[in-house]
């Protein structure tokens, strides 16, 4: 099954368990993709002492998961994207939600 998981939040807890779930699934053999929307471009800063959000990330992408993070977004905070979170388009979070089977926001 292919899996879009859209990623709008910077609360810790939310987005760490955004990337255990979609490690999850990659263990089930699914092919997974993250897009970061507005505030979820800042999920490389939310690490905290309960929710190590860059270490799931990590484990993320090392297991082949796609992630994305929106370049509009990134520029409104004035940041750039990163090797682990690519500057993207609204083109490529269409792509995702219409190849994806299913799509889950958090």
Do not use: H
């Amino acid at each position: 099954m292919n899996i879009g998981v859209v990623i709008y939040s910077d609360d810790s807890e939310t987005v760490w368990n955004a990337f255990r779930f979609g490690n999850f699934a990659l263990n089930e053999g699914d092919r997974v993709k993250v897009f970061l929307l507005a505030k979820g471009v800042e999920c490389e800063s939310l690490d905290t002492d309960k929710f190590v959000v860059t270490e799931q990330m990590k484990t993320f992408v090392d297991g082949g998961g796609e992630m994305f993070a929106c370049g509009a977004c990134l520029k409104i905070r004035q940041s750039g994207g990163s090797e682990m979170c690519p500057l993207s388009t609204m083109k490529d979070l269409y792509e995702i939600i219409t190849s994806c089977d299913k799509v889950v926001t958090f």
